[in-house]
């Protein structure tokens, strides 16, 4: 699985929240009751700790971060910064799929 599949439908989708569960309730991405997440909590749902790193980076690229700001930023900026464009009020659930799905994340 992929996190655009994860991702399948708005209904899947949440801002200001890692994870949510049927109610709006925030939660962890691992919680059992979520039934929602954000790009970041696709991501650390899907992809192994491992590959969590490079996975953000594939991300990042497709939002046009260059290789040399790549190279600039810890694991916890890459994380802040898809936070920020996930929860951003002008980011739609079509333009966060369409991103991931360009990405093949």
């Known amino acids: 699985m992929k996190a655009h599949e994860l991702l399948s439908s708005p209904k899947a989708w949440c801002q ?3 994870a949510e569960d049927p109610r709006g309730n925030k939660l962890q991405v ?3 009751r979520a039934v929602k997440w954000c790009a970041l909590g696709a991501i650390q749902k899907v992809y192994s700790p ?4 490079e996975t953000m980076d594939r991300l990042l690229r497709a939002l046009s971060v260059s290789e040399q700001g790549l190279a600039q930023m ?3 900026d ?13 980011s ?3 333009e ?3 991103i991931l799905l360009s990405a093949d994340i």
């Open 92 to 94: 739609s659930f079509q």
């Open 96 to 98: 966060i799929r369409e």
């Open 78 to 90: 890459k994380a802040c910064c898809l936070m920020e464009w996930n929860d951003d009020c002008r």
């Open 74 to 76: 810890t694991k916890s």
């Open 16 to 18: 200001e929240s890692p």
């Open 50 to 53: 491992s590959q969590w790193g």
């Open 30 to 32: 691992f919680d059992a």
